[in-house]
């Protein structure tokens, strides 16, 4: 990003954006001229993103999204950086294994629903306490279309983001009047992390959207933007589908 925008005033933590969906919502927030602190595992992959996006603007801070003391850390850098945590993305998420349900080890139930549900109620606490609870603010839940139907096969992804659209929606409750809380829920984003799910098939699996693509990060990092932005200030406690169409073919026929 070569020329800045004007400053905003505003202060955003994304959870996992080294790279895909994360980095899309980060670029798009800094692009409108919020301050932001972006996480992920790689520290590499993290400094390489912050320099992307610009180190004058975009701190980073490694570590695993489920870790206390990650979270810990970086709501507190966030706070000594830029003095404020008016949003938290929690885009964080794992899907560590792909088959039926019913044969699912248990133990990799619990990592998908620690990362995917758990690390994120962290983050909502901890910037609650920190700064949004006297101070007001937005908090967005990237979650899944797998969250609202049955997903063949990512049966425990999909349960950890129905999970999360109901705690967006406990959230947006709580936090109400001065947080806002929604979710986003996307359908297949060309990303590293849904690579599985069209690698050497994009063309076939992109003609079942209305819309004839798959999503790109940018399209989530749109809707991130808008629903923490002074545009979306009547919505709180709903799940903005972002698909392409695709959930128009479940009436179809």
């Given at each position: 990003?070569?020329?800045?925008?004007?400053?905003?005033?505003?202060?955003?933590?994304?959870?996992?954006?080294s790279?895909?969906?994360?980095?899309?919502v980060?670029?798009?927030?800094?692009?409108?001229?919020?301050?932001?602190?972006?996480?992920?595992?790689?520290?590499?992959?993290l400094?390489?993103?912050?320099?992307?996006?610009?180190?004058?603007?975009?701190?980073?801070?490694?570590?695993?999204?489920?870790?206390?003391?990650?979270?810990?850390?970086?709501?507190?850098?966030?706070?000594?950086?830029f003095?404020?945590?008016?949003?938290?993305?929690?885009?964080?998420?794992?899907?560590?294994?792909?088959?039926?349900?019913?044969?699912?080890?248990?133990?990799?139930?619990?990592?998908?629903?620690?990362?995917?549900?758990?690390?994120?109620?962290?983050?909502?606490q901890?910037?609650?306490?920190?700064?949004?609870?006297?101070?007001?603010?937005?908090?967005?839940?990237?979650?899944?279309?797998?969250?609202?139907?049955?997903?063949?096969?990512?049966?425990?992804?999909?349960?950890?983001?129905?999970?999360?659209?109901?705690?967006?929606?406990?959230?947006?409750?709580?936090?109400?009047?001065?947080?806002?809380?929604?979710?986003?829920a996307?359908?297949v984003?060309?990303?590293?992390?849904?690579?599985?799910?069209?690698?050497?098939?994009?063309?076939?699996?992109?003609?079942?959207?209305?819309?004839?693509?798959?999503?790109?990060?940018?399209?989530?990092?749109?809707?991130?933007?808008?629903?923490?932005?002074?545009?979306?200030?009547?919505?709180?406690?709903?799940?903005?589908?972002?698909?392409?169409?695709?959930?128009?073919?479940?009436?179809?026929?």
């Amino acid at each position: 990003m070569t020329e800045l925008p004007e400053l905003s005033g505003r202060v955003a933590i994304v959870t996992g954006a080294s790279r895909g969906i994360g980095y899309g919502v980060a670029e798009a927030l800094v692009a409108r001229g919020d301050r932001v602190c972006i996480t992920g595992r790689g520290e590499d992959a993290l400094k390489e993103a912050v320099e992307q996006l610009g180190t004058e603007r975009v701190i980073g801070v490694a570590g695993k999204a489920h870790d206390l003391d990650h979270q810990t850390e970086v709501v507190e850098r966030t706070m000594e950086a830029f003095g404020r945590v008016d949003f938290l993305v929690n885009n964080a998420g794992t899907n560590p294994v792909f088959g039926p349900i019913a044969d699912l080890d248990l133990g990799v139930a619990r990592k998908v629903f620690e990362t995917n549900v758990i690390s994120a109620l962290g983050f909502a606490q901890k910037t609650w306490h920190a700064w949004q609870k006297d101070n007001g603010g937005a908090i967005v839940n990237i979650a899944s279309v797998a969250g609202l139907a049955p997903s063949p096969f990512i049966g425990a992804y999909g349960v950890s983001k129905a999970a999360m659209i109901n705690l967006t929606q406990q959230l947006a409750h709580e936090f109400a009047p001065k947080v806002r809380v929604n979710a986003i829920a996307p359908a297949v984003v060309k990303t590293k992390f849904a690579q599985a799910l069209y690698e050497g098939r994009e063309e076939e699996a992109a003609a079942s959207y209305p819309l004839g693509r798959l999503g790109v990060p940018s399209d989530i990092g749109g809707a991130a933007a808008f629903l923490t932005s002074e545009q979306s200030d009547w919505i709180t406690g709903q799940t903005l589908v972002v698909d392409g169409g695709i959930f128009l073919n479940a009436g179809a026929g």
